[in-house]
């Protein structure tokens, strides 16, 4: 996640001193045009300075695209279950204790009737309006019912929360992970 993080900002620095040097004040200097009998040679490196010049500002402009599209990207954030910030560790919390419950009200009955317990890892990804935008298994439980069953409890349970302002400043898309465990007292606990 702190790899992801850092590799985010060297990429927007990139990105940042290309469009710098692309605003720049470049000079050209005027080249005096040779009489009509002038050797072909200096017409071949005309062609190829026009070529040049055609090809750099293709460049700069597939440049400001790519940093635009990248500015409107979505921003994300990767919390887990040790999250020390407040604005996140609130927000998570909260989370947890609903998908708990739901959880709880919804546990599998043919996990219950099979008496199949186990753990899995889930990420999932929550828009700032709090809809759902995917559920991802990390570590399956090894078990096809549990993992489908804790897909199934977070779509029972969204939409979740709308991101307070403290962290709709800065984040877009807020991707959680936890280690959900689906306990012999057929309980779910969302760690």
Known sequence: MKAAEARRQLLE????EL?????????????????????TATDAEAK??????????????QI????????????????????????FAHYVDTWRLKIERIGNLNYPAEAKAQKIYGKLQLT???????????????R???????????????RLASPFEPFPASIRSDTDILHITRTWTFT?????IAE
Do not use: C, W
């Not at 828009?127 to 990390?138: L, P």
């Not at 012999?184 to 779910?188: E, F, H, L, N, S």
């Open 19 to 39: 469009m710098t040097r692309m605003k720049s004040k470049a000079q050209v200097t005027n080249v005096e045009i040779a009489p009509q009998g002038a050797n």
């Open 64 to 87: 400001r695209r790519d940093y635009q599209a990248y500015q409107e990207r979505p921003k994300r954030k990767f919390v887990g279950a040790r999250t020390q910030e407040y604005r």
């Open 48 to 61: 190829d300075l026009v070529q040049k010049s055609l090809e750099i500002a293709r460049l700069e402009a």
């Open 124 to 138: 999932v990804a929550i828009k700032a309006n709090g809809e759902v935008e995917t559920v991802e298994i990390n």
């Open 140 to 154: 399956t439980s090894g078990h096809r019912v549990l993992d489908q069953a804790a897909i199934r409890i977070v």
């Open 13 to 16: 620095a990139e990105a940042q």
């Open 184 to 188: 012999r007292g057929d309980q779910v």
